[in-house]
C-alpha cells in the first residue's frame, strides 16, 4: 500500500484514489487474517447452529410464536430466532476484530497504521468496514445451511437484507472499537466480552417475542426495548421479509455514529484514553 501511494505525485491533501488504495489494503489486510484463521469460521457457525439444531428443536413446544409482524402467520420456533442468531455472528465478529487491534496494540502493529498520513478517522473507519465486510460471508453461509433445514425467507429478502446486515455489522463492529479503546490488555478485553456479548444477546428480542418478556418482567421488557442489539435483529427480521422497520433503523443508525465517534475520540492521541496511558498508538 506505502509503494502505491509513494507512485502518485506530491499534492496537497489527498486524492480520492489514495483513500481507496488505503481502504483496499486494509481490508485485503483483514480477509487475509480471516482466510489464515480457519477455526474463526468454524466457530463463528457453531454457537448459531448448535442454537438452532439443537435449542430450537427442544423450545419449540415449549415457545409458540404467534402472528406477530412481519409474520403473517404463524411460524416455527426456529424461523424466529435465525435473524437473532444472524446477529450473533455478527456480534462475536465485531468483538474478534477488535479483539485483534489490542494485540495489535500490543505487538506495535497499531501504531505502524495509526502514524500513517491518513487521517485517523479514515484509517479507523476503514477497519470497521473490514470487519463487516468479513461477517458477511459467515451469515450469509448460516443462512445456507439453515436453508438446507427447511428455514426459508422470501427469495427476494436474501438480497434486502444485506443493506441492513451492512448496518447491523457496524454498529456491532464500532461497539467493538469502542470497548478496544478502553481495554489495557489482551487479556481484559477477552474477559470483557462476556460481559457485552451475552447480556446484549439475551436481553434482546432475539430468541424470544417482547410480548412475552413484557409478560413475565415489566422492567426486564423495557431492558430489552433500550438494547440496541434488539433494534439490530428486529431491523434484519423485517429487511428478510423485504419491510422496514423504521425506528430500528433509527437507533441502529443513531448508535452506529454513537459509537464510531465515541471510537475516533478514544483513539485521538490528545484526549483519547490511550494517550492516557501512554500505550502504543497513543503518542503518534
Not at 265 to 284: K, M
Amino acid at each position: 500500500m506505502t509503494a502505491e501511494l509513494a507512485a502518485f505525485p506530491r499534492v496537497t491533501g489527498f486524492l480520492p484514489v489514495r483513500y481507496a488504495i488505503c481502504l483496499k489494503g486494509i481490508v485485503w489486510r483483514e480477509g487475509l487474517r480471516f482466510l489464515h484463521q480457519r477455526e474463526r469460521f468454524v466457530a463463528a457457525l457453531v454457537r448459531p447452529l448448535v442454537w438452532l439444531f439443537i435449542f430450537a428443536a427442544g423450545f419449540r413446544q415449549v415457545l409458540g410464536v404467534s402472528i406477530i409482524p412481519p409474520y403473517e402467520t404463524y411460524i416455527l420456533y426456529e424461523v424466529y430466532i435465525t435473524p437473532g442468531l444472524m446477529l450473533l455472528i455478527q456480534l462475536f465478529n465485531g468483538m474478534q476484530s477488535s479483539l485483534s487491534m489490542v494485540y495489535d496494540r500490543e505487538m506495535g502493529n497499531m501504531r505502524t497504521l495509526l502514524v500513517s498520513p491518513m487521517p485517523r478517522w479514515f484509517l479507523l473507519s476503514s477497519k470497521l468496514v473490514a470487519g463487516m465486510a468479513v461477517s458477511l460471508p459467515q451469515v450469509y453461509t448460516f443462512l445456507a445451511i439453515a436453508w438446507f433445514w427447511e428455514i426459508e425467507a422470501p427469495p427476494f429478502g436474501y438480497i434486502a437484507v444485506l443493506p441492513a446486515l451492512v448496518l447491523s455489522g457496524l454498529m456491532l463492529g464500532a461497539l467493538g472499537m469502542l470497548m478496544s479503546s478502553v481495554s489495557k490488555q489482551l487479556e481484559n478485553f477477552a474477559g470483557a466480552m462476556n460481559f457485552v456479548i451475552f447480556p446484549m444477546f439475551f436481553a434482546s428480542s432475539a430468541l424470544y417475542p417482547l410480548w412475552r418478556v413484557r409478560e413475565a418482567s415489566p422492567l426486564l421488557y423495557y431492558v430489552c426495548e433500550l438494547n440496541p442489539f434488539t433494534h439490530a435483529v428486529e431491523l434484519v427480521r423485517f429487511a428478510l421479509y423485504c419491510q422496514i422497520n423504521w425506528i430500528s433503523l433509527a437507533v441502529v443508525a443513531g448508535c452506529t455514529a454513537l459509537f464510531m465517534v465515541g471510537a475516533i475520540l478514544a483513539y485521538n492521541p490528545s484526549r483519547g484514553f490511550l494517550a492516557r496511558r501512554g500505550e502504543p498508538g497513543g503518542g503518534t
